[in-house]
Nanobody, 123 residues
Framework: QVQLRESGGGLVQAGDSLRLSCVLS????????MSWFRQAPGKERELIAA????????TYADSVKGRFTISRDNAKNTLYLQMNSLRPEDTAVYYC????????????????WGQGTQVTVSS
C-alpha cells in the first residue's frame, strides 16, 4: 500500500519561497508519476504540477508556471515543489499524488493521496 507524507508548509509573506516535500513509502517510488494539487477554501482541487516517472517531463498549471518547480529524487523516494514569489492566492492545502499509470491525471480510483500540508501566504 502506498503511503504519502507531505511536509514543508507554513505561513509566509507574499514574495517569499517555500519548498514542499512528499515522501512515498510502501512501494517503489520510481514506479509512479507524481503530481501536486492544491485546494483553497471553497474551491475545487486544482492540479498544479506533474512529473513523469523519471523526472524528465513536467507540466504546470498556468497559475504557477514560472514560479513553481516540481522535481523528484528517486533515490530518496521524495517529490518536491519549490514555490517562489508566493502570492496570497497561493494559500491552500497542498497535496501530493501518486499514479502508476498516467502522468497528470486529475482523478482516478488508483491514485494515492497524501494528507496535505497547509500553505498560507499573507499580503
Amino acid at each position: 500500500q502506498v503511503q504519502l507524507r507531505e511536509s514543508g508548509g507554513g505561513l509566509v509573506q507574499a514574495g517569499d519561497s517555500l519548498r514542499l516535500s512528499c515522501v512515498l513509502s510502501g512501494r517503489t517510488f520510481s514506479s509512479y508519476a507524481m503530481s501536486w494539487f492544491r485546494q483553497a477554501p471553497g474551491k475545487e482541487r486544482e492540479l498544479i504540477a506533474a512529473i513523469s516517472w523519471s523526472g524528465k517531463d513536467t507540466t504546470y498549471a498556468d497559475s504557477v508556471k514560472g514560479r513553481f518547480t516540481i522535481s523528484r529524487d528517486n533515490a530518496k523516494n521524495t517529490l518536491y515543489l519549490q514555490m517562489n514569489s508566493l502570492r496570497p492566492e497561493d494559500t491552500a492545502v497542498y497535496y501530493c499524488a501518486a499514479d502508476r499509470h498516467q502522468m497528470g491525471r486529475q482523478s482516478a480510483p488508483a491514485i494515492s493521496w497524501g494528507q496535505g500540508t497547509q500553505v498560507t501566504v499573507s499580503s
